[in-house]
């Protein structure tokens, strides 16, 4: 198996602008997982999907984030409008979970390095 | 969920094995212990995770305390490649806290 793909690896975009993140999971996995990394605020959970249902988002951080997951293969976070501060790593993640909110292990992708001027 | 500590940075010399501990004391029965680690600019990388029973692969040893309030994960034959932050985290939400910087040297 590939992993967990990402795209697009890296991104430079300007304030204001919509940025789209896509990842996919590893085949026969049923839970995914967004988290975003910076240098002041470490890795954070934005939202979970489990059997392509959003079951937490309370780690999104306001309503410029919106994050969809349409089928058991593709998923994607959304920022419109863009600002600086978004600026970060942003990592997909899934696991195979055997209950909504059980912890199983993750497999991370390979990360979006977004940069928004 | 519980939450966990870990001391900030730890150093260790090559081929010697590294101790890394980790501190869950409001963690429920039946959540378990799982160690990620990322070398830089990567994603996360799963290790190894426990309940109850220590546990061993082929990268490293789980140790957890019979009251479950902590752990140590053992890296036995610490290499230069090893250098990475180490994360410990208790199963239920994905929380990762600022995890261990460990430092390999020659």
């Known amino acids: 198996d590939a992993g967990v793909i990402q795209s697009p690896r890296h991104e430079v975009t300007e304030m204001g602008q919509e940025v789209t993140l896509r990842c996919k999971p590893i085949?026969?996995?049923?839970?995914l997982f967004w988290y975003r990394q910076t240098m002041m605020r470490g890795l954070e959970l934005l939202i979970y999907?489990?059997?392509?249902?959003?079951?937490?988002d309370s780690g999104m951080p306001e309503d410029r984030f919106s994050a969809k997951m349409p089928n058991a293969s593709f998923s994607t976070l959304k920022i419109q409008p863009s600002e600086p501060r978004d600026s970060a790593v942003y990592f997909c993640?899934?696991?195979?979970?055997?209950?909504?909110?059980?912890?199983?292990?993750?497999?991370f992708g390979p990360g979006t390095r977004l940069l928004v001027l | 969920d519980a939450k966990t500590t870990q001391p900030p940075s730890m150093d260790c010399a090559e081929g010697r094995a590294a101790n890394l501990p980790c501190n869950h004391s409001?963690?429920?029965?039946?959540?378990?212990v799982y160690w990620y680690r990322q070398i830089h600019s990567q994603g996360p990388q799963y290790i190894i995770h426990?309940?109850?029973n220590n546990e061993t692969n082929e990268m490293a040893s789980l140790i957890i305390t019979e009251d479950r309030k902590s752990s140590t994960l053992i890296l036995p034959h610490a290499t230069l490649r090893d250098t990475a932050v180490y994360y410990c985290?208790?199963?239920?939400?994905?929380?990762f806290g600022d995890g261990t910087t460990l430092t390999v040297k020659p």
């Open positions: 409001t963690i429920s029965g039946n959540e378990y």
């Open positions: 985290i208790v199963a239920g939400k994905s929380t």
């Open positions: 426990g309940l109850k």
């Open positions: 999907f489990n059997n392509n249902v959003p079951i937490d």
């Open positions: 085949s026969g996995h049923n839970s």
């Open positions: 993640a899934s696991s195979l979970a055997l209950l909504a909110g059980a912890q199983e292990t993750q497999y």
